[in-house]
């Protein structure tokens, strides 16, 4: 059941702490509200332990407990915090990614949390993203997603209404190609291509009223078959603007000099474009609707074996819940911030103003233990149909085989 703690609640917990509580802990060792004497343990990477430390110092001072800080590596940090927690040895809180998320539910080591009027300080998306089966289980912080770049000396910053558009202009530029895209080479890249599917309404999975995915496939039907036709006639058969040969490092090298006036890359990229003027929009459409790119997000996660989770949740959202705790995470990681005003803050570069503006109109990308399943089948069935494949039947299989995968 969620548990719903509110602004009022915290501010209890709070009291409680300051007045040195003697009663302690339960017997099972749940909700202490102890403030001499409890302790905190956070799980963190090192990038972020520096901008934590300044939250965790406050909450000490105003409730008497104690905040121990454990750096760890980033990718031993999902598999650790679900060993351990059940052990009663991981912590009361860990950052994390949001695609953690479902396996974390799994495995029933993450609690829900309430943000009460915070709630809307953040951006949708990442409050989206940290939802699992409508409850809200982490503390965004950050986001990232990509976006179209464009070489302004080439086409102008203005942002393209279309593919067609976007395709028109950069053959009037007269490079050798109008628009380069990674698809991993022969791999393939569901990702990078996302964009463009959700432009013909095919999400890979079906979302439901409150933001959350089910496991039910959407990218089949009358969408799905209309979006890998697009494909297959800009690929190998078609006009050739999307290829297999054509993979990150070779699609940074022909944005980069100038052979490709456009691509479609995330924020991390956008160094490898030394000396060229850079504009960043969002995706064009390609099939209609609105291109929604995957967003991902991070945050930071509650354990449900925490003994003290009611000091837990008033440090997340009294403490990390603020501005001033999100802009030393900005500063510390700075990627897209969950906090709106400090997202429109940082807007004011134009760049990052562009990977905002994509980020808002991007989904999360699925959370759900069935997405493990998808990246290969789906992948594949998109480099076949660059490659020369029926798309209606090569795309159709996908689906059919992904959905016995899952039924299985």
Wanted: overall charge negative; charged content about 15%; glycine content about 12%.
């Amino acid at each position: 059941m969620r548990k719903h703690i509110g602004v009022g609640a915290l501010a209890l917990v709070a009291a409680v702490v300051l007045a040195g509580c003697s009663a302690g802990a339960s017997d099972n060792g749940d909700d202490a509200t102890s403030g001499d004497g409890a302790e905190l343990v956070i799980w963190t990477d090192a990038e972020r332990e520096a901008a934590i430390t300044s939250a965790a110092e406050a909450f000490e001072e105003e409730t008497g407990a104690k905040v121990t800080l454990v750096p760890k590596n980033f990718e031993d940090l999902r598999n650790d915090f679900i060993a351990q927690v059940p052990t009663g040895e991981g912590p009361d809180i860990t950052v994390g990614a949001h695609d953690w998320l479902g396996a974390l539910v799994a495995a029933g080591v993450v609690d829900t949390i309430d943000l009460g009027d915070k709630a809307s300080e953040f951006e949708q998306v990442a409050l989206d993203a940290m939802t699992y089966d409508g409850q809200l289980y982490a503390l965004p912080y950050s986001l990232e997603t990509i976006a179209l770049v464009q070489n302004v000396d080439l086409v102008g910053a203005e942002a393209p209404a279309t593919w067609e558009d976007m395709i028109a202009k950069g053959l009037a530029a007269g490079t050798e190609r109008p628009f380069v895209i990674n698809t991993a080479g022969e791999t393939g890249d569901g990702y990078t291509m996302y964009g463009l599917q959700t432009s013909f309404g095919a999400p890979v999975f079906v979302q439901d009223d409150t933001g959350s995915y089910t496991s039910e496939v959407g990218m089949g039907g009358a969408p799905g078959e209309a979006f890998a036709a697009w494909l297959g006639a800009n690929g190998a058969n078609g006009t050739g603007y999307i290829s297999t040969t054509i993979d990150y490092d070779i699609n940074n090298e022909l944005f980069a000099s100038g052979k490709a006036p456009y691509t479609i890359q995330g924020p991390w990229a956008i160094s490898s474009y030394e000396g060229v003027e850079v504009a960043v929009n969002p995706i064009p459409s390609a099939g209609g609707e609105p291109a929604a790119p995957f967003v991902g997000v991070q945050g930071f996660y509650l354990s449900s074996k925490s003994k003290n989770a009611l000091l837990a949740q008033e440090f997340l959202v009294n403490y990390l819940g603020t501005e001033e705790a999100q802009r030393a995470l900005y500063e510390a990681d700075p990627r897209i911030p969950a906090w709106s005003t400090l997202a429109e803050e940082v807007s004011s570069d134009p760049i990052t103003a562009g990977f905002v503006a994509s980020a808002q109109g991007g989904v999360p990308m699925p959370s759900i233990p069935e997405m493990g399943s998808v990246w290969d089948l789906w992948n594949a069935a998109q480099v076949q149909i660059i490659n020369g494949a029926d798309p209606a039947s090569t795309w159709n299989t996908m689906v059919a085989d992904l959905e016995t995968t899952l039924a299985g």
